[in-house]
């Protein structure tokens, strides 16, 4: 059946014979009498019962693309987050632990990595099943490594890790994920990370750099005066030369850490236009940026910061944002590209009108709490329906290295699952699905869109499995 056929099932009469079969054939559910005829038009196009099995191929041998996380190359030393410590202590984590524990977060807070570790270890793994997404990662890192994942205490998972040399386990864990480069989160006001930059790092291929203006966008009250001590002629209110001096800023980071992005995350309360420091900063300073630098701005909007400052990391929480902003703001520059996630699961659906209506604006990623099966796909089938193939489903987030394996595995897993469910939908209206479309449409989804976007061209030679 041609496409014309499959969009007029409503008046079937005037097909021939075949066609009016195939109608009556769909309309009564006799499904696959379509995937036959489309087979048989070409060669190429899979059955139905093969399109499942293809698509977990195609997405397990396609090396993906992280576009944020917050991981760093090895260069950054003590930055860099690895193993089961770490990965017991991740925030997400912690939040949980709270719920569970009589421990209090100041008793807490006092202990020792490893004694937090242990707490966390015996509280939901150990007195509770871990069945929540984030301990359920951290059993999936742990099988990875063929390490026990219901032992009582932790002393083999740490003798494992205590092993394995920085650069070698790095390549494994990314072999292991499948992802070929993963892109950081680099804040040139932190002064431990600022350091290292200014000390000079190798660039690597495999971690590339974003530069984040949280502290400037967000902060910059409390911040104008590092840019000062640094030269830059600022001062709080953001008059005279600061709009200028902030761009030289802006243009001495970029050549220093080559990011592939700037990114800043943004309250729910965020609005644009608004006379505020940051919006003067936003749009004298970072907009014009990265018009001249040719790079996106990501906008993650949505983060209540600290609602429970007890918690500290895991404190956050999210809140539902006017995307009138994002509208105004991808209207009002459109040489300007806005990489953009949302935190909170009412905003999801208007995002993609608004990518419908502008092509300066790329959804990526379910961020933070929307990153659960559930609302991933949900998320993500809604994306599909309304964006095509035009969007970047995922990113990890990691904090930890190890991270990526699980993050990856469930997206791989849950994009099985809605992928196929969308090649079996098309083969029903009429138009069968070949391997290679499946494989472009994936590498569409986990690279090129992401590559194609910020100019990050990430080595292909690395893949997966
Ligand atoms: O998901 C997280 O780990 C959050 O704490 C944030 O880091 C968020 O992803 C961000 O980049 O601001
Ligand atoms: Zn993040």
Not at 65 to 70: E, G, Q
Not at 173 to 197: C, H, I, K, R, Y
Not at 439 to 453: G, K, M
Request: glycine share 6%; aromatic share 10%.
């Amino acid at each position: 059946m041609d496409a014309h056929g499959a969009r007029c099932l409503g008046t079937a009469a005037n097909y021939p014979r075949e066609q009016q079969d195939l109608v009556q054939g769909m309309r009564t559910g006799i499904l696959k009498s379509a995937g036959e005829i489309a087979v048989s038009r070409d060669g190429d196009f899979l059955k139905e019962p093969q399109i499942s099995s293809v698509v977990e191929q195609v997405l397990a041998a396609t090396p993906f693309v992280d576009i944020h996380t917050h991981l760093y190359a090895p260069a950054f030393g003590k930055l860099g987050l690895w193993g089961i410590d770490e990965l017991l202590t991740y925030h997400y984590l912690e939040a949980e632990f709270f719920r569970n524990s009589d421990i209090a977060p100041e008793k807490y807070w006092s202990l020792s990595k490893r004694e937090q570790a242990d707490a966390i270890w015996r509280t939901l793994f150990v007195e509770n099943t871990p069945i929540s997404e984030a301990t359920r990662g951290v059993i999936a890192v742990l099988k990875a490594f063929q390490l026990p994942t219901d032992s009582p205490d932790l002393a083999e998972a740490r003798s494992f890790f205590e092993t394995q040399s920085i650069e070698a386990h790095i390549r494994n864990v990314f072999q292991m994920s499948g992802v070929s480069v993963v892109v950081m989160t680099n804040d040139p006001l932190d002064p431990e990370e600022a350091a290292v930059w200014l000390k000079g790092v190798e660039s690597h291929q495999q971690f590339r750099a974003v530069l984040r203006l949280d502290r400037i966008l967000v902060n910059w009250s409390t911040h104008w005066q590092v840019l000062a001590g640094q030269g830059y002629r600022v001062d709080e209110q953001v008059s005279g030369k600061s709009a200028a001096e902030v761009r030289r800023f802006l243009a001495d980071w970029h050549k220093r850490m080559e990011p592939v992005y700037m990114a800043v995350s943004l309250p729910d309360t965020f609005e644009y236009p608004k006379d505020t420091t940051g919006n003067r900063l936003l749009k004298e300073a970072v907009l014009p940026a990265c018009r001249e630098l040719d790079l996106p701005l990501s906008l993650m909007i949505g983060v209540r910061k600290q609602v429970n400052p007890s918690l500290r990391l895991a404190g956050d929480a999210s809140g539902r944002a006017d995307l009138r902003a994002l509208e105004n703001l991808c209207r009002e520059y459109p040489e300007n590209r806005f990489l953009v996630s949302v935190l909170s699961r009412e905003n999801q659906h208007e995002l993609c009108v608004y990518a419908r209506k502008f092509r300066n604006l790329m959804p990526f990623g379910c961020w933070w709490f929307m990153n659960n099966p559930s609302i991933v796909e949900e998320i993500t089938r809604e994306r599909i329906e309304m964006l095509g193939t035009s969007f970047i489903p995922q990113h990890s987030d990691a904090r930890v290295l190890e991270q990526v394996i699980y993050k990856w595995n469930n997206t791989r897993r849950t994009l099985a699952r809605i992928l196929s469910d969308s090649y079996r939908l098309l083969l029903e209206d009429g138009r069968g699905v070949t391997r290679h479309e499946i494989q472009r449409d994936v590498t569409r989804l986990f690279r090129s869109n992401a590559e194609d976007w910020t100019g990050l061209r990430a080595p292909a030679s690395d893949s997966p499995k």
